[in-house]
């Protein structure tokens, strides 16, 4: 996952309206438990209605994340550089959690949260934007990030812990876990669990400061439905030339493999062959935008593939609505807090011209899924 976003102290449970229009409170996160709540029989909460209680469980590290925009040029030692903007925001897994959240999906993170100053902080903006904490683990320090973006680019300095918990027992089965290859590997038997009963694992690389890139690491999408990394991360792993033939290489490990490149597009294969017999390798080319900050443009777009998958789209639908929900992000400043809700998406489909008239159409009548009407 790309760096990281904000939560909530003591924050007030948000109200939900269950598919039978009963108004419950899920449960608030307990501020300091070093254990997550139970999960409850609260009413049904997935978008089809399928009696489940989580559409989305977000599985990785969470953080504090400190956005610094407009440097004139990139930091000296010694100096202290004033600049045209700063954002503070939750960060890590968060991002793609907030996005789903918006998009109306109800979203767990799986995570750990710090009980200093900072985690409270966190806690609060994650509440607030209604996610369910209750498989957050305390830790006594906030993974914090500081970003700085110059010249199109960003550069990271972070304090923390990658780790991740392991979902309790009693974690009922979301429709769609998202999380890396290495928590796949970490907690292979509860998804195998949650996947016998009809999860979808989406699961997504992270760069291998080592180097190394071992196909080894790859074993572990057997746990998988689908594997989204972005394109260098790809070649690297199937020390290919192109992401074409990465998406190739990675059907020996996965059913779907889905390479995102920025602005140059996004390569996928589905289970399907030519009237050769051969595998097909699908290119959309990238939704033209000015981008000004592509904070956050991997999580959101595999917060619109599950949106998309949850309501029953094809593929290339659903990679097309992510594709779209990445736009969005690409065209605002500062990650989880420019994620769109699915009003705002709609309209922008609907009165700006970003792809042709029926496309816009189809993916309009997805988004509408479990939505009141918009005007």
Same mark, same amino acid.
């Given at each position: ?155 990271? +300095?972070? /304090? !923390? ?6 979902? &309790?027992?009693?974690?009922? #089965?979301?429709?769609? $876990?998202?999380? =890396? ?113 592509? +904070?956050? /443009? !991997? ?6 593939? &599950?949106?998309?998958?949850? #309501?029953?789209?094809? $593929?290339?639908? =659903? ?57």
């Amino acid at each position: 996952m790309t760096p990281h976003d904000p939560p909530v102290a003591n924050p007030q449970p948000t109200s939900f309206d269950t598919p039978d229009n009963t108004d419950i409170s899920p449960i608030a996160p307990h501020p300091r438990s070093s254990a997550p709540l139970p999960y409850s029989d609260v009413a049904p909460l997935g978008i089809h209605g399928d009696g489940r209680e989580i559409d989305v469980c977000v599985a990785g590290p969470v953080f504090l994340d400190v956005i610094m925009h407009g440097l004139a040029h990139e930091p000296r030692a010694g100096e202290e550089q004033w600049v045209s903007g700063a954002d503070v925001m939750a960060g890590g897994a968060a991002n793609q959690a907030i996005c789903c959240q918006r998009l109306g999906l109800h979203t767990a993170l799986l995570c750990e949260l710090g009980t200093d100053p900072a985690g409270s902080w966190v806690r609060e903006l994650l509440a607030g934007e209604g996610l369910d904490l209750r498989a957050a683990h305390d830790s006594a320090k906030q993974n914090i990030t500081v970003a700085l973006v110059h010249d199109g680019d960003r550069s990271f +300095t972070t /304090a !923390g812990s990658p780790h991740v918990p392991l979902p &309790s027992r009693d974690m009922p #089965a979301p429709g769609v $876990l998202a999380c =890396s290859l290495d928590f796949l590997a970490t907690a292979a038997q509860q998804i195998s669990h949650w996947r016998a009963r009809g999860s979808i694992v989406i699961a997504d690389s992270a760069w291998d400061d080592s180097g190394c890139w071992a196909h080894e690491d790859l074993l572990s999408l057997q746990y998988a439905d689908y594997f989204v990394p972005n394109d260098e991360e790809a070649m690297r792993y199937t020390r290919t030339a192109d992401p074409h033939a990465a998406v190739l290489a990675l059907r020996a490990y996965v059913p779907h493999a889905i390479v995102t490149g920025g602005a140059a597009g996004v390569w996928w294969s589905a289970a399907t062959e030519d009237v050769a017999g051969s595998p097909v390798v699908h290119h959309h080319p990238a939704i033209a935008v000015s981008a000004v900050d592509t +904070t956050g /443009a !991997g999580d959101s777009f595999t917060a619109g593939l &599950s949106f998309g998958l949850l #309501a029953g789209a094809t $593929l290339e639908r =659903s990679i097309r609505l992510g594709m779209v929900v990445a736009a969005w992000i690409v065209q605002h400043l500062g990650g989880s807090a420019s994620a769109p809700h699915r009003r705002e998406l709609i309209h922008w489909l609907t009165h700006e011209q970003i792809l042709s008239p029926a496309e816009s159409e189809q993916l309009v009548a997805i988004l509408r899924t479990d939505l009141p009407p918009c005007a």
